[in-house]
Protein backbone atom coordinates (compact mmCIF):
# COMPACT_ATOMS: atom_id res chain seq x y z
CA UNK A 1 0.00 0.00 0.00
CA UNK A 2 1.16 3.06 -1.13
CA UNK A 3 1.06 6.02 1.23
CA UNK A 4 1.52 9.69 0.43
CA UNK A 5 1.60 12.89 2.56
CA UNK A 6 1.66 16.13 1.42
CA UNK A 7 3.16 19.34 3.40
CA UNK A 8 3.66 22.86 2.89
CA UNK A 9 -0.14 24.60 2.26
CA UNK A 10 -1.35 27.36 3.50
CA UNK A 11 -2.59 31.31 3.08
CA UNK A 12 -0.37 33.27 1.20
CA UNK A 13 -1.15 36.75 -0.64
CA UNK A 14 -1.30 37.06 -4.28
CA UNK A 15 2.28 37.24 -5.90
CA UNK A 16 3.35 34.86 -2.98
CA UNK A 17 5.21 31.43 -2.80
CA UNK A 18 4.63 28.85 -1.76
CA UNK A 19 6.56 25.33 -1.58
CA UNK A 20 4.73 21.68 -1.52
CA UNK A 21 6.26 18.89 -0.97
CA UNK A 22 5.27 15.14 -1.00
CA UNK A 23 6.51 12.14 0.61
CA UNK A 24 6.14 8.82 -0.90
CA UNK A 25 6.14 5.14 1.45
CA UNK A 26 5.44 1.67 0.96
CA UNK A 27 6.21 1.03 -2.71
CA UNK A 28 8.52 -1.67 -3.73
CA UNK A 29 9.51 0.62 -6.27
CA UNK A 30 9.91 3.98 -7.23
CA UNK A 31 6.70 5.59 -9.45
CA UNK A 32 7.02 5.56 -13.11
CA UNK A 33 6.03 9.51 -12.64
CA UNK A 34 4.31 12.04 -9.92
CA UNK A 35 2.37 14.93 -10.07
CA UNK A 36 0.41 17.28 -8.40
CA UNK A 37 -3.41 17.80 -8.92
CA UNK A 38 -5.67 20.88 -7.54
CA UNK A 39 -9.56 20.58 -6.72
CA UNK A 40 -11.21 23.98 -6.08
CA UNK A 41 -14.55 24.22 -4.53
CA UNK A 42 -16.98 23.47 -7.30
CA UNK A 43 -14.54 22.23 -9.64
CA UNK A 44 -13.02 19.63 -11.23
CA UNK A 45 -9.87 17.97 -10.16
CA UNK A 46 -7.54 19.28 -12.67
CA UNK A 47 -3.36 18.16 -13.65
CA UNK A 48 -1.16 21.08 -12.23
CA UNK A 49 2.17 19.05 -13.27
CA UNK A 50 3.78 15.84 -13.97
CA UNK A 51 7.58 14.72 -13.49
CA UNK A 52 8.45 11.57 -15.15
CA UNK A 53 12.19 12.30 -14.64
CA UNK A 54 13.86 16.12 -14.60
CA UNK A 55 14.12 16.31 -18.01
CA UNK A 56 10.00 15.17 -18.73
CA UNK A 57 7.78 17.50 -16.97
CA UNK A 58 4.48 18.60 -18.34
CA UNK A 59 2.28 22.16 -16.63
CA UNK A 60 -0.94 22.58 -17.10
CA UNK A 61 -0.81 26.23 -19.17
CA UNK A 62 -2.55 28.35 -15.86
CA UNK A 63 0.58 27.54 -14.12
CA UNK A 64 3.35 27.36 -16.66
CA UNK A 65 6.36 29.86 -15.85
CA UNK A 66 5.22 29.88 -12.23
CA UNK A 67 5.08 26.66 -10.83
CA UNK A 68 8.07 23.92 -10.46
CA UNK A 69 7.65 20.15 -10.12
CA UNK A 70 10.54 18.52 -8.89
CA UNK A 71 11.70 14.87 -7.79
CA UNK A 72 14.19 13.06 -5.84
CA UNK A 73 13.81 9.33 -6.90
CA UNK A 74 16.50 8.29 -4.05
CA UNK A 75 14.14 10.19 -1.45
CA UNK A 76 11.08 9.12 -3.32
CA UNK A 77 9.72 12.97 -3.00
CA UNK A 78 7.98 15.22 -5.58
CA UNK A 79 7.80 19.20 -4.36
CA UNK A 80 6.32 21.84 -6.26
CA UNK A 81 7.32 25.20 -6.23
CA UNK A 82 5.08 27.85 -6.43
CA UNK A 83 5.65 31.56 -7.46
CA UNK A 84 3.20 34.26 -8.49
CA UNK A 85 0.54 32.69 -7.10
CA UNK A 86 -3.20 34.31 -7.51
CA UNK A 87 -6.24 33.77 -5.86
CA UNK A 88 -7.22 31.12 -8.31
CA UNK A 89 -4.54 28.84 -7.97
CA UNK A 90 -6.33 28.45 -3.75
CA UNK A 91 -7.57 25.05 -4.06
CA UNK A 92 -6.71 21.83 -2.28
CA UNK A 93 -3.41 20.09 -3.48
CA UNK A 94 -3.27 16.66 -3.71
CA UNK A 95 -0.09 14.25 -4.68
CA UNK A 96 -0.47 11.88 -7.26
CA UNK A 97 1.96 9.18 -8.21
CA UNK A 98 1.38 6.71 -10.82
CA UNK A 99 3.00 3.01 -11.00
CA UNK A 100 4.41 0.95 -13.82
CA UNK A 101 1.39 -1.10 -13.92
CA UNK A 102 -0.73 2.25 -14.28
CA UNK A 103 -2.31 2.41 -10.66
CA UNK A 104 -2.54 5.94 -9.28
CA UNK A 105 -2.30 6.21 -5.78
CA UNK A 106 -3.46 9.77 -4.02
CA UNK A 107 -2.52 11.86 -0.61
CA UNK A 108 -5.18 13.28 1.48
CA UNK A 109 -4.41 17.06 -0.03
CA UNK A 110 -3.33 19.94 1.34
CA UNK A 111 -5.10 23.64 1.36
CA UNK A 112 -3.88 26.51 -0.65
CA UNK A 113 -5.25 29.74 0.09
CA UNK A 114 -4.30 32.68 -1.90
CA UNK A 115 -6.09 36.26 -0.60
CA UNK A 116 -5.25 39.59 0.56
Known amino acids: QVRLVESGGGLVQPGGSLRLSCAAS????????MGWYRQAPGKQRELVAR???????MYTPAVKGRFTISRDIARNTVSLQMNSLKPEDTAVYLC??????????WGQGTQVTVSS
Open 96 to 105: NARSRSGRDD
Open 26 to 33: GSTEPALS
Open 51 to 57: ILSEDKT
